[in-house]
Nanobody
Framework: VQLVESGGGLVQPGESLRLSCADS????????MGWFRQATGKEREFVAA????????YYADSVKGRFTISRDNARNTVYLQMNNLKPEDTAEYHCAAAAIVSDYADDYHYWGQGTQVTVSS
């Protein structure tokens, strides 16, 4: 499993971004995927997770109604659509892979390098 995130950038409050996380391995479709974020000086926090089939999805309360996680198993890619971004969403965003869908970081054994999202006017 090798995860590579993309799609981060600098946006203004209220704007949108879509993050992508591509896996070059062969087991993507069997893995649950999650997004976590870490702001400077803060602990890593859970954002969203999706089961291998897409049937089970979890969101952090802080992003419910604004972020949408999805996956395309044919493309070995998971997405995080982020709408109505706020300055408090500023962080480095990491995707991760796990055997089971979870909001607990320790359940994830494979991590990408991260992509920076900055929300500022």
């Amino acid at each position: 499993v090798q995860l590579v995130e993309s799609g981060g950038g600098l946006v203004q409050p209220g704007e949108s971004l879509r993050l992508s996380c591509a896996d070059s391995g062969r087991t993507f479709r069997m893995l649950a995927m999650g997004w976590f974020r870490q702001a400077t000086g803060k602990e890593r926090e859970f954002v969203a997770a999706i089961s291998w089939s897409g049937d089970t999805i979890y969101y952090a309360d802080s992003v419910k109604g604004r972020f949408t996680i999805s996956r395309d198993n044919a493309r070995n890619t998971v997405y995080l659509q982020m709408n109505n971004l706020k300055p408090e969403d500023t962080a480095e965003y990491h995707c991760a892979a796990a055997a089971i869908v979870s909001d607990y970081a320790d359940d994830y054994h494979y991590w990408g390098q991260g992509t920076q999202v900055t929300v500022s006017s």
